[in-house]
């Protein structure tokens, strides 16, 4: 499974399960272990947000020129 097909499930449960999304926004990691059996590090940080009519969200990635070559966090988050 691809990060991005992974994505799409977790957004297809919160738009589906009010509870789940709820949680999701209040406490993701736990959201995520309970639904999807994803176990993040403690060092990764993980934020829900929902966007409204009139509210949007614009996610700025990581710029992979300053990502350590030794470290591949992006599987940690996505795996």
Known sequence: ?????LKSQ?????WEDEAFKNQLIANPKAALKQAFNITLPDDIKVKAIEETSTEFVLVI?????KVLVTTN???YVWP
Not at 1 to 5: A, G, H, I, L, V
Not at 61 to 65: D, E, G, I, K, L
């Open 61 to 65: 990635p990581t710029n992979p020129a």
């Open 1 to 5: 499974m691809t990060s991005n097909e």
């Open 10 to 14: 977790i957004i297809q449960k919160a």
């Open 73 to 75: 966090a992006v599987e």
